[in-house]
């Protein structure tokens, strides 16, 4: 079994809260693990619910870089080192 690692829980550029676990984390958030280990991956910024996992604290400048979901569209992703617009 994994070591577990405290997770720091951000919502559209807000801080949430810091839980001892990425499995505890995602079940505040009301998602998956696996969408929680993809944003802890580095495979997107954000979740489609607005939410950004990390292992460390954010810095004020990184939380003001996240991008935001704003007005039904999932305002970026990357996959593969590519950026992508998605919408709901």
Known sequence: MRAKKTTY???DREYIGTFPSATQAAQHAGETT??????LS??????RKGYHYSYT???????DNLP??????????????KAYKVEL
């Open 68 to 81: 935001i979901r704003e007005d039904g569209i999932f305002a970026v992703t990357y996959r593969k080192g």
């Open 34 to 39: 696996m969408v929680a280990r993809n944003v």
């Open 57 to 63: 604290p954010l810095s004020q400048e990184e939380i």
């Open 42 to 47: 580095k495979r997107c910024k954000i979740t």
């Open 9 to 11: 829980l951000y919502k």
